[in-house]
């Protein structure tokens, strides 16, 4: 196991969080919107069990803040995809453009 | 395992409490009996209102410093129960409507858990608390924010709101990663003590503070604020301008205070140039609204600039300054708001022409406007003269002075554009006026309060004095 260095998870959970920020502003459909960010969020829980793993093996407090902020990543995702069906029993789309927005500046 | 650490909790477990009976009363009660909801409702809220005056004194820590009880948390709570109240009055003849009235008890619910998130966040000793508390605070405001489902604005602000509040938190908890990959503790006395200036940290605090800077809705972060603040529900909006913006001040405060003060150099600059830009940026585009939900995310928007300016001196005058702004600022846009909805519910007006030659048909409601407006911008008799005057000095007294002129230039701004309301009500000519508008009883209290509040606090010097001897610094 600890044969994998410390960076190279470093590196995958970097790579994770910043396609989760390209999907976030560049995708077009709700639900992918939603999956980027759920990447953003795994990428963050990843960082937190990686550094326990190799920085603090003795204590457990980032597999905890990891366990909770599932939980709370869950919790996240039902209320928006509430919000998306919401959206699309009136305009029947689920994809970002201007039927959907209707404020602006 | 100990149950004395519950006792420090007494007003989240007070809350739960009104949470709990009203859930029950709202499943189990007949359709008779339900009449009633919106009293009791109000009156189980009052209740726990009051008692919190009594927990005031209460300090000490539980859970092994993950839950903090001490005077400004106290302070700060007794605050955001007063706005709070001040909504739930306003929102009677909202929740009357036949589309509203099924899902009456779920408004109330929301509410008071979204409250229950703040008093979390507000009074953590471990970010594992602070994340939780956030958490609970944001997830069931996008639930109210999309309370109109049958509106497609209501139901678009709702999907800008969680994606927004989602990708921040996100931003926030990969930085939070960062600062414990580097100091190994997630509790602030822990975090305060191994605190070393490392770019790694740096570069973890400055995501962790954009996260919380898109909940404060400050300037680069500010894009969702007015989109969600025009499409929710009046009442809504103005919980999501004071409140949630107060008790997030409240938290970045303490988290800068006691978890970075090391770090104070370069926060400092930080904040410094984003509470420029959010003063000048809110100010500029407040200009050219014409909706005036709109309008006033606007103003939210530069006012929470002002905060930041007491918040990042780090002294205790800065801190007493930014309680009492927070508090001042509730009553000024309580008072704004309850015109707003007032004129919305039986109109359906929200522009800003349509408030023309208004002081002809509604002299108290224009009354009331006004002195909300003069307290927002700052006019001396009211409140909002003296919180301004405070923050000023307290950014003074550090050695600001090119940031205190900037804001003294954006006040005069400001001025502008709060007076042109007043302008329309009373000089504006208008062959169709708004017609005589009849508020009922709830909303009056809930005006008078404010009003009273907005004439009253600032000429009450014990407040000021109490708010800033509760309060601490890091320096």
Redesign the interface.
């Known amino acids: 196991m600890n044969n994998i260095p410390l960076e190279a998870c470093l590196a995958v959970s970097t790579i994770m969080?910043f396609a989760?920020v390209y999907g976030?502003l560049s995708r077009k459909n709700?639900l992918m919107?939603?999956v980027s960010?759920e990447l953003?969020?795994n990428?963050?829980?990843l960082?937190?069990v990686v550094?326990n793993r190799y920085?603090?093996p003795n204590?457990m407090?980032?597999m905890?803040?990891t366990l909770?902020?599932v939980a709370?990543a869950a919790?996240?995702t039902a209320?928006?995809i509430?919000?998306?069906i919401?959206?699309y029993r009136?305009?029947k789309s689920v994809y970002i453009d201007e039927n959907?927005?209707?404020?602006?500046? | 395992m100990d149950l004395s650490n519950y006792l420090l909790m007494k007003p989240e477990l007070s809350l739960t409490a009104v949470f709990l009976l009203l859930i029950i009363y709202d499943l189990f009660a007949s359709d008779k009996t339900k009449k009633y909801y919106f009293p009791v409702a109000c009156l189980l809220f009052l209740v726990h209102t009051v008692y919190c005056f009594f927990l005031l004194k209460e300090e000490g820590t539980s859970f092994g410093g993950m839950y903090i009880a001490g005077q400004a948390q106290a302070a700060i709570k007794c605050i955001l129960n007063v706005g709070v109240f001040m909504i739930f009055l306003q929102a009677n003849n909202w929740l009357s409507k036949p589309d509203a009235i099924v899902k009456r008890g779920e408004f109330f619910m929301l509410t008071v858990l979204t409250l229950l998130g703040m008093y979390f966040m507000i009074s953590s000793g471990n970010?594992?608390i602070f994340?939780?508390g956030l958490?609970t605070a944001s997830?069931p405001i996008?639930?109210l924010v999309?309370f109109n489902?049958?509106t497609?604005?209501s139901?678009?602000?709702?999907?800008k709101y969680?994606?927004n509040a989602?990708?921040s938190?996100?931003?926030m908890?990969?930085g939070?990663?960062?600062v414990?990959?580097a100091c190994?503790?997630?509790y602030f006395d822990n975090l305060a003590i191994s605190m070393f200036s490392s770019p790694l940290i740096i570069m973890g605090m400055i995501l962790f503070l954009a996260g919380l800077f898109f909940k404060i809705s400050l300037v680069p972060f500010h894009l969702w604020a007015?989109?969600v603040y025009?499409?929710a529900p009046t009442n809504v909006t103005l919980y999501l301008s004071t409140i949630s913006k107060g008790a997030a001040v409240f938290a970045l405060m303490v988290i800068l205070y006691k978890v970075f003060p090391l770090l104070s150099g370069v926060w400092t600059d930080v904040i410094s140039i984003i509470i420029i830009l959010t003063i000048t940026v809110g100010n500029l585009?407040a200009l050219r609204q014409n909706n005036m939900k709109r309008f006033l995310a606007f103003s939210s928007i530069s006012q929470a600039g002002y905060i930041m300016l007491s918040v990042f001196n780090g002294t205790q005058f800065g801190m007493g300054a930014t309680l009492f702004y927070i508090f001042v600022y509730v009553f000024s846009n309580a008072a704004a708001f309850g015109v707003i909805t007032a004129i919305e519910n039986q109109t359906g007006k929200v522009n800003m022409s349509d408030y023309n030659g208004m002081y002809a048909t509604n002299p108290k409601l224009t009354w009331a406007m006004t002195l909300a407006m003069f307290s927002l911008g700052g006019i001396p008799p009211t409140a909002g003269f003296f919180s301004k005057l405070f923050v000023f000095s307290a950014a003074m007294e550090q050695g600001h002075t090119i940031l205190v002129f900037i804001a003294f230039l954006n006040t005069v701004i400001s001025l502008y554009y709060y007076l042109l309301v007043v302008k329309a009500m009373f000089i504006n000519k208008n062959s169709s006026p708004i017609e005589c508008v009849s508020t009922d009883g709830y909303l009056k209290i809930s005006l008078t309060l404010s009003m009273a509040g907005i004439l009253l606090i600032g000429m009450v010097s014990c407040v000021f004095e109490y708010l800033r001897a509760v309060s601490f610094g890091i320096w």
């Open positions: 969080f989760g976030f709700m919107v939603l960010l953003m969020l990428a963050a829980d960082n937190f550094f920085l603090f204590q407090e980032g905890f803040f909770f902020a709370i919790a996240e209320v928006a509430a919000i998306i919401n959206i009136n305009v959907i927005t209707t404020m602006k500046n | 970010f594992l994340y939780i958490e997830l996008a639930a999309a489902k049958y497609h604005e139901a678009e602000a709702g999907a969680i994606f989602v990708f938190s996100a931003i908890v990969f939070l990663s960062f414990y990959g190994g503790s997630l007015p989109d025009e499409g585009f």
